[in-house]
């Protein structure tokens, strides 16, 4: 069975940079959650990807050569996801893409190893590298974004008494909480009850609702999903929670936190990776690219997708014309002020596999995301 699957993987890997009239085409594979609770943040983010192949390969940018993006569900689940990832890596993937979520991929990461091929995730938190050297991401660091809004939140908002809500069954989530805990307690600011944990299966929040509207804190830290927060949020204002506490979060830059909060959600101050109406001049072509292709604007984990094509693309034309995955890999790991839609100044740098750019600090207002008031 080994032999057997050794040989695809060695089959696959030539099939993926097999020459057709001069012509290659390069196989990346996305593994997210297309489907499950998680979906909020793998729709997205595979279109996304869906966006930046679209571009590569119309504009020219690999000359002839093309990149093949296949996207598959993982339904949330970390079986599953192990599966897809062994079975991209045999069909001859040159670099997987995955997950939606940390859950999902620190699962994989030890798999991707295992099998050599580059994979890059979509998490804040750096323990998807740990497996190996062939474990990437594309996102900053949970500090990064975390400090960024806690800086905000001092600077505008001068909390006094602020309370922690976040998802336990999410690295991501946890690290953000503890990271904004540990800065805003330094900075004389007090935090009020247990810091109330989740799971992200969760709908009913009433106690932790009664909890906050008792409490009375001047601030909420969420850490969780989007759609989740959307809903703690309309289920404390629901038991009488001062409509003036200030709301802050890294994780809720998406489409499902503006649909299930509406009004209730204007004014949540979040630390994003990415600005609305886009950066710079590649982040506008994006946005309308975007809006074309699904009518809808372009959302945090779409730009994330976008970037991890695009840089994987740009790691394929550094190794060209001898394309491997080894080659892909030691090309992402250490990038200096590489031309990024992410954060909020146009770079990002890699050093040692860890990705640093500064946050965008947006807001929700009437139904959108905007920048935050400076």
Not at 118 to 134: C, H, I, R, T
Not at 150 to 176: E, H, S, T, W
Not at 187 to 216: C, H, M, N, P, R
Request: with cysteine; hydrophobic share 40%.
């Amino acid at each position: 069975m080994k032999q057997r699957l050794l040989l695809g993987l060695v089959a696959g890997a030539l099939m993926s940079v097999t020459s057709a009239a001069n012509a290659a085409e390069y196989l990346i594979t996305s593994v997210t959650e297309l489907t499950s609770v998680m979906a909020a943040q793998g729709i997205p983010l595979s279109r996304g990807m869906k966006v930046a192949a679209d571009q590569i390969n119309a504009s020219g940018y690999l000359g002839a050569d093309k990149i093949k993006l296949v996207q598959y569900d993982n339904g949330g689940d970390r079986g599953q996801s192990v599966l897809l990832v062994r079975r991209a890596a045999e069909e001859g993937s040159l670099a997987i893409i995955g997950t939606g979520t940390g859950y999902s991929s620190y699962s994989i990461g030890p798999v991707a190893n295992e099998l050599k091929v580059p994979l890059m995730g979509m998490v804040y938190a750096p323990d998807l590298l740990s497996p190996g050297p062939w474990s990437l991401k594309m996102t900053s660091s949970d500090d990064s974004h975390t400090f960024s809004v806690a800086r905000y939140a001092l600077a505008k908002g001068k909390p006094q008494r602020c309370m922690i809500i976040y998802a336990r069954d999410n690295p991501g989530f946890v690290a953000q909480y503890k990271t904004f805990t540990a800065f805003m307690e330094k900075e004389g600011v007090k935090f009020v009850g247990d810091y109330e944990s989740l799971s992200l299966q969760d709908t009913d929040f009433s106690a932790i609702a009664t909890k906050v509207a008792s409490l009375k804190p001047d601030c909420l830290h969420i850490s969780t999903i989007g759609g989740q927060a959307a809903n703690i949020i309309l289920q404390a204002l629901s038991a009488g929670m001062s409509p003036t506490t200030k709301i802050y979060s890294t994780s809720v830059a998406n489409n499902a936190f503006l649909q299930v909060g509406g009004k209730a959600v204007d004014g949540t101050i979040i630390a994003s990776d990415y600005a609305p109406g886009g950066l710079n001049e590649e982040g506008k072509q994006f946005e309308a690219d975007y809006i074309k292709a699904y009518g809808t604007p372009p959302e945090n984990w779409s730009a994330v997708g976008y970037s991890q094509v695009k840089l994987i693309a740009w790691a394929i034309k550094q190794s060209s014309p001898n394309v491997t995955r080894e080659r892909i890999r030691d090309a992402i790991a250490n990038v200096k002020d590489w031309p990024t839609i992410l954060g909020s100044s146009g770079k990002v740098s890699i050093t040692d596999r860890l990705p640093e750019y500064p946050a965008a600090i947006i807001t929700a207002k009437d139904g959108k995301f905007v920048p935050a008031p400076q």
